[in-house]
């Protein structure tokens, strides 16, 4: 089945500075890559993802990158804010037809 | 409360109780999920429902017995849970299965065996 590596899994950087996450993938027919924040006591929520038709797509301050040769693909938050700190999740989908999250990477924006 | 809804929010029962966890979805979607997220772990995904027919049960022990009468509602009964059990159990719908979308989650129930 598909395995799914996330890394770091703690981050910790000052606000205005840019974060990256990182997600491996071993199938390569895997075709859809979303990104998820939990925020502390609530719900996973999408925040963007991208088809493997297409290299990067930004939404705002969000940005994701996807490398299909290397099976990798990145989440960049530029500018962050103190509300950007959260558990973020990876996943990969495809022939499986079901998500593969990652372990999730703590996220906090100091001050 | 629209979207995925879930109750209760927080259980707390011991090992030789029954009870049952609920996840309604108002998104008009076909596809149900459930996952197990404990601490420090992946989401774990336990069971898939697509159109009412159960798809997946990833190795799930038989103490967890799902079930999904119609496309909007899914159930999860447990009994004669262990200590390890403890999680936050999340639901999720999406649109189907045949492509990969988006999938969207209830708020979970913290479920603790005691």
């Known amino acids: 089945g598909e395995n799914v590596e996330q890394h770091p899994s703690t981050l910790s950087v000052q606000e205005g500075d840019s974060a990256v996450i990182k997600c491996t993938y071993s199938?390569?027919?895997?075709?859809?890559f979303p990104w998820y924040k939990q925020e502390l006591g609530k719900r996973p929520q999408l925040i963007i993802d991208i088809r493997s038709n297409v290299g990067e797509k930004k939404d705002q301050r969000i940005a994701v990158t996807l490398n299909k040769t290397a099976k990798h693909f990145s989440l960049h938050i530029t500018e962050t804010q103190p509300e950007d700190s959260a558990v973020y999740f990876c996943a990969v989908g495809g022939s499986a037809r079901q998500l593969t999250f990652g372990s999730g990477t703590q996220l906090t924006v100091l001050p | 409360e629209t979207g995925v809804t879930q109750t209760p929010r927080h259980l707390v029962m011991g090992m030789t109780n029954k009870k049952s966890l609920k996840c309604e979805q108002h998104?008009?979607?076909?596809?149900m999920y459930w996952y197990k997220q404990s601490a420090k772990k992946p989401l774990e995904l336990m069971f898939v429902y697509n159109f009412k027919e159960q798809t997946e049960n990833n190795s799930v022990p038989s103490r967890f017995s799902p079930e999904c009468p119609n496309s909007s509602h899914l159930f999860l009964h447990l009994h004669t849970l262990q200590p390890e059990d403890s999680a936050l159990y999340l639901c999720?719908?999406?649109?189907?299965?045949?492509?990969?979308?988006?999938?969207?989650f209830g708020p979970g129930t913290r479920l603790t065996v005691t």
């Open positions: 998104l008009g979607h076909n596809a």
């Open positions: 999720a719908s999406s649109q189907e299965m045949d492509t990969v979308y988006e999938q969207y």
């Open positions: 199938d390569s027919a895997s075709n859809y």
